[in-house]
């Protein structure tokens, strides 16, 4: 029932009439390639393990040297930077809502700025990987996280990739949401400065990479997709793994 409701919330918001970009940011929808990178995460919790997207999206935006440019822009309910990587413009978005409608703001700002749904790189944190580890997940279903299952319920579809930022599960009797909640420990924020660094040279290749032709624009496009890669991965051989890993 409360995903049931969630998932009202989320069409009912997104729903909601944007305006569309004017002078600088309107360049965008007339050049070059675009493309849109969210960090994941809840406003004013920047600090906790749920938010470590928001943090990758914020080293990225220093390495870029933007990180002065962050301006609030109430049409799509978040933060935003519009910048360019490799002749590519590269929308960074950080939502200002509750992580599970941040698809509302993710949605708008894909409407607002003409970006397609495989376009869209999500940047958030992942339970089933340790701290240190990272991987890119090219679509498919939300795995349970309540900020990319509000993206597939906005955008209708699941085709968009994910970078999957390890941040372990709880140890003994702490809940995972006591877990996801809480701030990063002293030892754990010596990790987290190298994490943030791989995270952005990830990033910045994703962004470099050509558009594929055949990218899935539906999501039985998106699961048949992710199963065939799957499938390759499951005949590749253990050097191909290595060279292929992503974490």
């Given at each position: 029932?409360?995903?049931?409701?969630?998932?009202?919330?989320?069409?009912?918001?997104?729903?909601?009439?944007?305006?569309?970009?004017?002078?600088?940011e309107?360049?965008?929808?007339?050049?070059?390639?675009?493309?849109?990178?969210?960090?994941?995460?809840?406003?004013g919790?920047?600090?906790?393990?749920?938010?470590?997207?928001?943090?990758?999206?914020?080293a990225?935006?220093?390495?870029?040297?933007?990180?002065?440019?962050?301006?609030?822009?109430?049409?799509?309910?978040?933060?935003?930077?519009?910048?360019?990587?490799?002749?590519?413009?590269?929308?960074?978005?950080?939502?200002?809502?509750?992580?599970?409608?941040?698809?509302?703001?993710?949605?708008?700002?894909?409407?607002?700025?003409?970006?397609?749904?495989?376009?869209?790189?999500?940047?958030?944190?992942?339970?089933?990987?340790?701290?240190?580890?990272?991987?890119?997940?090219?679509?498919?279903?939300?795995?349970?996280?309540?900020?990319?299952?509000?993206?597939?319920?906005?955008?209708?579809?699941?085709?968009?990739?994910?970078?999957?930022?390890?941040?372990?599960?709880?140890?003994?009797?702490?809940?995972?949401?006591?877990?996801?909640?809480?701030?990063?420990?002293?030892?754990?924020?010596?990790?987290?400065?190298?994490?943030?660094?791989?995270?952005?040279?990830?990033?910045?290749?994703?962004?470099?990479?050509?558009?594929?032709?055949?990218?899935?624009?539906?999501?039985?496009?998106?699961?048949?997709?992710?199963?065939k890669?799957?499938?390759?991965?499951?005949?590749?051989?253990?050097?191909?793994?290595?060279?292929?890993?992503?974490?």
């Open positions: 029932m409360r995903r049931l409701l969630t998932r009202v919330i989320n069409r009912v918001l997104v729903s909601s009439p944007f305006t569309p970009a004017m002078g600088i309107a360049e965008i929808h007339t050049h070059g390639r675009r493309k849109l990178v969210v960090g994941l995460g809840n406003p919790m920047e600090g906790t393990r749920h938010s470590i997207g928001m943090a990758v999206l914020g990225l935006a220093a390495r870029l040297g933007v990180a002065d440019r962050w301006r609030g822009d109430k049409h799509v309910s978040g933060e935003v930077i519009v910048s360019e990587v490799q002749h590519t413009h590269v929308v960074l978005l950080r939502p200002r809502l509750l992580m599970n409608i941040n698809g509302v703001s993710v949605a708008k700002a894909a409407g607002k700025y003409s970006i397609k749904p495989e376009d869209i790189l999500l940047v958030h944190d992942e339970l089933d990987k340790p701290l240190g580890k990272i991987a890119v997940k090219h679509g498919g279903s939300a795995r349970g996280h309540n900020g990319v299952r509000s993206c597939v319920d906005c955008l209708q579809t699941d085709v968009m990739p994910r970078l999957r930022v390890g941040i372990g599960r709880p140890a003994g009797k702490t809940s995972v949401e006591r877990h996801v909640l809480g701030r990063f420990s002293s030892e754990e924020q010596k990790v987290l400065d190298s994490v943030l660094v791989q995270s952005v040279d990830v990033l910045l290749s994703q962004l470099s990479q050509q558009q594929d032709p055949q990218s899935p624009s539906s999501p039985a496009e998106g699961r048949r997709a992710a199963q890669r799957e499938e390759r991965e499951r005949s590749a051989s253990p050097a191909e793994d290595a060279a292929a890993a992503q974490s």
